[in-house]
């Protein structure tokens, strides 16, 4: 994590005080969005395939992607979804799923609506780490929410050149949070996200192991925790839709050499299974975006 975190937290200061976004750079950085939102769908597939292993929680993933397209806070879409193949199973969760419950109550805190303190950044990166089911791509939505939505204080096009740029470094992908901290209220801000996101994974296992495994081994726990991992694939699913209408789609209609870039990039997502295929791949969609985007 310290490798990674340090050099994230140097390509956050330049890109954000030598203005990247505005420098030659900024047709490799639009080449490489597309790509990240190549590598979240692909994501959203792998995590599917594995976490909806029968209709029904396909069905819940398809309805919590449609309620949160309309509008519905994740806060009451993950438990309901939860409770909801509980019942379906006919598995009622013991005493111990409130190690569950607890992290989802934590997210009922209206997102964006604060200025981006270093406190509220602590909060965000709290949230989002305590409601990683499934991977790291399941922070995205999360962080998203607080950092992009209404009163956050980055842009979809900045929060992808945070994911790009984590990508091509020796660390878990998460580490983008560093990134987002930075740009919400510089070194502190960076420092608080960062700890934030990472401290739930630090707590469970040195603090709250023996907790956890008594959840992990209650069998009736474990529908709820499949519905709830369904629900997270519905929303990192509509996370891809929205970053794509915002990357390749303009005002006067689709934009072809994104959109040749983020076909490229699915292709070799689904094709190439090496530990550094994401670097490659967004390397040479920032290449590509250089050539055909500048």
Known sequence: MLPGFVLMFALSVAYVHLD?????????????QPAVVALIVRAVHRIGSHALHDRWLLGIALASAVATLVGVSFAFVLPLAGIA????????PSAHAGVVFLPLAASAAPANAFAPSVLALFVTGLRSGLLTFGGAYTVIPFLRADAVGPGGWMTDAQFLDGIALSGMLPAPLVIFSTFVGYVGAGTAGALALTAGVFLPAFAFTLIGHQWVERVVEEKRTHALLDGVTAGVVGLIAVTALQLARETLLADAGVRWGAAAIFAAALF???????????????????????????
């Open 20 to 32: 990247l976004r505005a420098s030659a750079l900024a047709a490799a950085f639009a080449g490489a």
């Open 85 to 92: 193949y509980a019942a379906v199973r006919g598995a009622l």
């Open 268 to 294: 070799a997502a689904f094709q190439w299974k090496a530990k550094t295929a994401v670097l490659w791949i967004v390397l040479a969609s920032a290449a590509a975006g250089f050539v055909l985007l500048g």
